[in-house]
């Protein structure tokens, strides 16, 4: 820890004058928790290369192999941003960094992800996603300036509903996994910090991101390894048969909508914990509005790969898995200006590409995220 935080400092003393970031040229100064990971990486590259101040914050858990998370660091150290080593329930070391950095913004994206791990590892969930967020928000909440938060929630929490397109204003009162209760339980929390403190919370609802440098329990990247493997894949389908279906989104077009998110936040209203007017409470989809079947996922891996699946069809577990996803993203496109613009195709054709690259024999560590940088 203490080697990490000496890190951290020499981090902060080059980026910094006396302690306080340069915020007087309207530069946004950004906590991104969970950076190591997915979509966190992508973001913070993204924020970095237009000159935003990034602090990543990540306990680099053993989910998937931590290697890759650690790769993932390592590339953007590259570009500037430090990702400390810790965890978000760690109050003395959120103290700590909201000491020396005065964010002006806390993009939120640390937790447990996975809809079907949650069926067995609930106790990671409440963990991550329901305590850690309440110690960033009282974090948050007790900071001056109090910093505007964006944070990633989760189309699962639309979980039963069977009215398509999902939209913002639908009901979320029945999520179909811990997964998702937890992310509905977030939702939840922003409001009442918003409602009591004055806090600036948006939500962002993602529908199942993928793309280079994504994560290896997903089915796009597991059916990928397996196909290239020669192992047999798992196709879920419905009680009757039915085919299963996502409305696939491609990590590029996520990166855009939490860039706009942060950049259309207002400031929150409070001062040291004390609320002084109302501040920003906002919810958005960001999907890509083209639902496809898992099987036509496979297909289109297929075609990139050059090699037939072993398809094993099954019926879905009882984990939480819902049928359908379908993101109206007619808000984010008003307010965000959102507008997803890669299809499937294009989009897995970019994940293989990576895949290639980065399994290549002995090549895994050497890969460079600024191989591919299209935003
Ligand atoms: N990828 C998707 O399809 C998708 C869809 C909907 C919502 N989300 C949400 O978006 C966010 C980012 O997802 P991702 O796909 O990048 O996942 P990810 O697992 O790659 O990234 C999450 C990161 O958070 C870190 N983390 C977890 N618990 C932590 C803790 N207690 N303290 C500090 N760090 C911690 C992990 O080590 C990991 O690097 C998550 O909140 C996830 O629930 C993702
Ligand atoms: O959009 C979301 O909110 C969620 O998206 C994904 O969850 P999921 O859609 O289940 O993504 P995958 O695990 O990649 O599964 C995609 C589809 O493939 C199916 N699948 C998965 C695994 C498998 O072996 N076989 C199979 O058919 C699933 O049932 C699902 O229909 C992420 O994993 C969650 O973290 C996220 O919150």
Known sequence: MKKVLSSFLAWDASSCTNNECDTQRGEMVVLVTGAAGFVGSHVSLALRERGDGVVGLDNFNSYYPVALKRARAKNLLKDGVFVVDGDINDSALLERLFALVKFTHVLHLAAQAGVRYAAHNPL?????????????LEQSKNSNPQPAIVFASSSSVYGLNDKVPFSEGDTTDRPA??????????EALAHTYNHIYGLSITALRFFTVYGPWGRPDMAYFSFTRNIVEGHAIRIFQGPHGEELARDFTFIDDVVKGCVASLDTATPSTGSGGRKNTAAQHRVFNLGNTHPVKVGTLVSIL????????????????????????????????????????????LGLKHFVKWYQNYYKSGSAHEASMSGYKPY
């Open 124 to 136: 990671a969930y409440v963990h991550s996603n329901v305590n850690g967020f309440v110690t960033l």
């Open 177 to 186: 996994s811990l997964y998702a209760a937890t992310k509905k339980a977030d």
């Open 302 to 345: 297929e075609k990139h790969l050059n090699k037939k699946a072993i398809r094993h069809i099954q019926p879905m577990p009882n984990t939480g898995d819902v049928m359908y996803t379908h993101a109206n993203v007619t808000k984010a496109r008003l307010e965000l200006g959102y507008t997803p613009t890669t299809n499937l195709e």
